[in-house]
């Protein structure tokens, strides 16, 4: 087995695979896998990504499981390492990003690092140290009303100086627009000061195609998962589509989403104004009968006795609706109860015929995955930026898309089949 090149560690589901989807677009062949491998890698790759879910859990917890990773990809001989978290930063005071990052640098004794969320293609740019999203300031986004991560600071140099034991620096736009060579100069200078990560303000694929250059040396790099198409460069590889085919989906198709981003509301109610079926399942109802899930597995069979779908189930709900819920059933509780439910019916739908799956929300992919135990994923053609199709090849042979909760266009979840059929082989 060749070594890999770049070996990655995401904080959750659907930010594996966008890093993934971002990789193999920038020219690698990839592999994502579903948490830290038992054995080694079956064929050659380029690149491993491997999904944790470890953005919301205890701090201690999230540092051990990475560095586990780590380990499993040094043994694979990764050249370079690439922490991926949300391109919204989403984290807590208390972490996780902060004390991952300083746990990989001390096992690497890495001696500086770069952090950049930015990912300019889904409107994600950091200008003096400020995380945008869209036109508006991060802070200004619907990711202040985020259920497990509320985002409530746009300067990332402060976010992450409240996670991060050693002081964290800029390198501020005027040093990123004069390119690879400025970065590098800067990036000696910060050292030298003692500083240990940086911020990195980021415009445009162009800035990250000059930090990729920057960073070629680094051990490890943070980020979201723009950087990625900076990366591949320094391995001697062009971007190109032809790691993208995947076999011909079949069977029926179905979407989950228990998202409550702003984008995923438009989406679901998008879907459902073009008439497509839909069932609305009900944390309350939930918390008081757990056989109440029957109710939307009898619904979905039956559908599909009319039509191959594709069907929608979804407890998506607007902020009010979703403050209310948590305050009868707390916070963690409320999310712990939608995604075991989102679990278990990922596993009904396969078991009724179900080829083609969307799943909607960060968490949310994370259990269906791991639900369905799925442990490596082929990376396939992108649907919108950060949302490609994937082929599971074990247990069952299925087609994913994992969407992080902002991604995808309104009429997503009626558009992304269409890409299925058209790219694959
Ligand atoms: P996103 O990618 O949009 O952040 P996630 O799946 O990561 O979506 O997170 C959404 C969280 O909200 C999950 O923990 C999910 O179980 C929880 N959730 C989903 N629907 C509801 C609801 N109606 N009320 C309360 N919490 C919900």
Redesign the pocket.
């Known amino acids: 087995m060749k070594p890999i090149l770049l070996g990655c560690i995401a904080d ?1 589901f ?1 930010g594996a695979t966008d890093l993934a989807n971002n990789l193999v677009r920038a020219g690698m062949r990839v592999i994502q896998t579903v948490g830290v491998p038992e054995g080694d890698l079956e064929i050659d790759v380029d690149a491993v990504v491997i999904a944790l879910k470890s953005r919301t859990i205890a701090p201690e917890v999230a540092v051990e499981q990475s560095l586990k990773a780590l380990a499993w990809l040094k043994k694979c001989g990764a050249h370079q390492i690439y922490f991926k978290y949300c391109s919204t930063f ?1 984290s807590t005071d208390q972490g996780n990003i902060g004390p991952v990052t300083h746990a990989l640098m001390q096992a690497m004794s890495a001696s500086f690092t770069v952090v950049t969320p930015a990912f300019p293609d889904n409107g994600r740019t950091i200008f003096k140290g400020h995380l945008f999203v869209g036109d508006v300031l991060l802070s200004d986004s619907s990711m202040r009303n ?3 991560t509320p985002m409530s600071d746009s300067n990332l140099v402060r976010l992450m100086q409240a996670q991060y034991p050693d002081p964290v620096g800029l390198i501020d736009y005027k040093v990123v627009s004069k390119g690879s060579v400025a970065i590098k100069e800067r990036i000696t200078e910060l050292t030298r000061q003692g500083i240990k990560a940086a911020v990195v303000d980021a415009l445009s694929n162009t800035d990250l195609v000059e930090l990729g250059l920057a960073v070629k040396d680094l051990p490890l790099v943070t980020a979201g998962s723009g950087l990625a198409i900076g990366l591949p460069q320094n391995f001697g590889l062009k971007p190109s589509l032809s790691q993208t085919h995947l076999p011909s989906p079949y069977g029926h198709r179905a979407i989950l989403s ?4 702003e984008m ?1 509301l438009k989406q679901v109610e998008h879907f459902k104004k073009q008439g497509h079926p839909f069932f609305a399942l009900d ?1 309350m109802e939930l918390s008081r009968d757990w056989s109440y899930l029957d109710q939307a597995v009898q619904w979905a069979r039956s559908e599909f006795t009319k039509s191959e779908g594709p069907v929608l189930i979804y ?3 607007a902020p009010e ?2 403050r209310s ?2 305050r009868e059933l707390s916070v963690g509780q ?6 075991k439910a ?1 679990g278990e019916l990922a596993r009904a739908l396969i078991q009724m015929g179900v080829g083609q799956l969307l799943v ?6 994370g259990v269906c995955v791991q639900s369905l135990k799925i442990t490596q994923l082929q990376i396939g053609p992108q649907i919108d930026p950060g949302v490609p199709w994937c082929f599971a090849r074990t247990p069952s042979s299925l087609h994913l898309a994992l969407k ?3 991604f995808g266009r309104e009429d997503f979840f009626s558009y992304a089949w269409s890409v299925l059929d058209q790219q694959t082989v």
Do not use: F, I, K, R
């Open positions: 959750d659907t989403d985020h259920p497990l228990g998202s409550c981003s995923t944390p407890s998506t709900s609706q979703v819920v948590q409320a999310g712990e109860l939608v995604e989102m909607a929300g960060g968490e949310t992919s992080s909760g902002n």
